[in-house]
């Protein structure tokens, strides 16, 4: 069974830098889909960003330009580089997976989460 473990939020000024990382265990990061998400106090959860088992990425409007999705397949372990961080990034960043076979995925196509992290973005 697979295992996600976030790593790397915490407190930030707004223009900041953060990496979050995840390690994954019982399954390889190269063989599903993986992305992360995120929920905000009081907000549903949203789609960040998304990486296919062929390295093609996608992400949400809100962070195109500034978040960037990367994995490191001998480290077994997913990354997203947030920069020129925004208060309104604030939120809990879960590190998901996708159903095997699954190319781009909605939140119904996810059969595993992490426990999240906190990302604070405040002067």
């Known amino acids: 069974q697979v295992q996600l473990a976030e790593s790397g939020g915490g407190l930030v000024q707004p223009g900041g830098s953060l990496r979050l990382s995840c390690a994954a265990s019982g399954s390889s990061v190269s063989t599903n889909a993986m992305g992360w998400y995120r929920q905000a106090p009081g907000k549903q959860r949203e789609m960040v960003a998304q990486?296919?088992?062929?390295?093609?990425?996608d992400y949400a409007d809100s962070v195109k330009g500034r978040f960037t999705i990367s994995r490191d397949i001998a480290k077994n372990t997913l990354y997203l580089q947030m920069n020129s961080l925004k208060p309104e990034d604030t939120a809990v960043y879960y590190c998901?997976?996708?159903?095997?076979?699954?190319?781009?995925?909605?939140?119904?196509?996810?059969?595993?989460w992490g426990q999240g992290t906190l990302v604070t973005v405040s002067s």
């Open positions: 998901t997976r996708a159903k095997y076979g699954t190319s781009w995925f909605r939140a119904s196509d996810l059969d595993a």
């Open positions: 990486i296919t088992t062929g390295g093609s990425t």
